[in-house]
């Protein structure tokens, strides 16, 4: 679990994994914002928890998965949530409602990886070489 101090009220808190970075883009007003990936380190069809917590109560907060594979192409996916009352967020039973999925989908920011805005639009996401992790930034 990583911390990050909030700045001019714009707040980006990472979490690492072993193969993935997450990233949490919020309007917050603390300091002490965190966001957890679970499993620390698990294979892709292992299911992983994303929590986020110390947010304003009832913010909006947008979540944003990024890969690039081994030929240099770039991956995204992002999802908008609304914090709960105690100022958190739980992907595997929040509802995003927006960005590259909506509804509950716990492993949406994953899944839904399509290519950057600046790559061909019919890219296709695949393995080339099996024995390099993917990491997600």
């Not at 913010?59 to 690039?68: E, N, Q, V």
Request: with cysteine; glycine share 6%; aromatic share 8%.
């Amino acid at each position: 679990m990583y911390r990050a101090a909030t700045t001019k009220c714009l707040l980006e808190c990472r979490a690492t994994c072993f193969w993935r970075r997450l990233t949490i883009t919020s309007i917050a007003h603390r300091s002490e914002t965190w966001i957890t990936a679970t499993p620390r380190v698990c294979l892709h069809d292992v299911p992983t928890t994303l929590r986020a917590g110390g947010l304003s109560p009832n913010s909006p907060i947008t979540l944003s998965a990024h890969l690039t594979d081994e030929k240099g192409s770039q991956f995204c996916s992002h999802a908008h949530y609304v914090s709960d009352a105690r100022g958190c967020v739980e992907v595997g039973e929040a509802a995003s409602v927006g960005g590259s999925y909506t509804g509950v989908f716990p492993a949406g920011l994953l899944s839904t990886l399509a290519p950057a805005p600046h790559h061909d639009p019919f890219l296709r996401l695949y393995r080339r070489n099996t024995r390099i992790p993917w990491k997600y930034t």
